[in-house]
T-cell receptor, first 115, second 113 residues
Framework: DSGVTQTPKHLITATGQRVTLRCSPR?????VYWYQQSLDQGLQFLIQ???????AKGNILERFSAQQFPDLHSELNLSSLELGDSALYFC??????????????FGSGTQLSVL | DQQVKQNSPSLSVQEGRISILNCDYT??????FLWYKKYPAEGPTFLIS???IKDKNEDGRFTVFLNKSAKHLSLHIVPSQPGDSAVYFC????????????WGAGTKLIIKP
């Protein structure tokens, strides 16, 4: 158990809809990262928050947004969903701001299926 | 444009033998490399890492080798055990992009009894 909790585990929705994925980091971790893994692809970095502030942005679509709340949990909002958004979405956390040698601790992911 | 490539989608190895997983990269700004292991229905977990100033790092049965001139790293598992069957991801920390991790597509390792 990594200590990172993601909900829900599975989500099935229709094109055009909006969903929210939730992540609770390990106790004491200040950074939260969101990753997308499509079929047979590596993990694509979406966005990182550190202590409530956006720290780094990857290939995140404009239809996607995220935030980190004062209690350090994070939500990833996906809107105007398309079939291609179907993927496994991982949340990870780390103790500090994400130095090169910092380990990431991953949740078990949310499997999103857009029909 | 894949900056981190794991060219073998899968690898099958006999239990007790050595498993060698390979990873190639293109960006000379990568300064730290990590291997993560992933079991089905779980998130990746950290396995071992290496700084670009080193060429080898060992942790028990796991050794990572880095060849900077060839922009190549490899993970050796000796001896391979059934519990090592998993997907292995290579990741590189990009100094030029705020240490953002760039990930390979993964190699599925199957240990045969």
């Amino acid at each position: 158990d990594s200590g990172v909790t993601q909900t829900p585990k599975h989500l099935i929705t229709a094109t055009g809809q909006r969903v929210t994925l939730r992540c609770s980091p390990r106790s004491g971790d200040l950074s939260v990262y969101w990753y997308q893994q499509s079929l047979d692809q590596g993990l694509q970095f979406l966005i990182q928050y550190y202590n409530g502030e956006e720290r780094a942005k990857g290939n995140i679509l404009e239809r996607f947004s995220a935030q980190q709340f004062p209690d350090l949990h994070s939500e990833l909002n996906l809107s105007s969903l398309e079939l291609g958004d179907s993927a496994l979405y991982f949340c990870a956390s780390s103790t500090y701001w994400g130095a090169a040698n910092e380990k990431l601790f991953f949740g078990s992911g949310t499997q999103l299926s857009v029909l | 444009d894949q900056q981190v490539k794991q060219n073998s989608p899968s690898l099958s190895v006999q239990e007790g033998r050595i498993s060698i997983l390979n990873c190639d990269y293109t960006n000379s700004m990568f300064d730290y490399f990590l291997w993560y292991k992933k079991y089905p229905a779980e998130g990746p977990t950290f396995l071992i890492s290496i700084s670009s100033i080193k060429d080898k790092n060992e942790d028990g049965r796991f050794t990572v080798f880095l060849n900077k001139s060839a922009k190549h790293l490899s993970l050796h598992i000796v001896p391979s055990q059934p519990g090592d069957s998993a997907v292995y991801f290579c990741a590189a920390s990009d100094l030029g992009s705020n240490y953002q991790l760039i990930w390979g597509a993964g190699t599925k390792l199957i240990i045969k009894p």
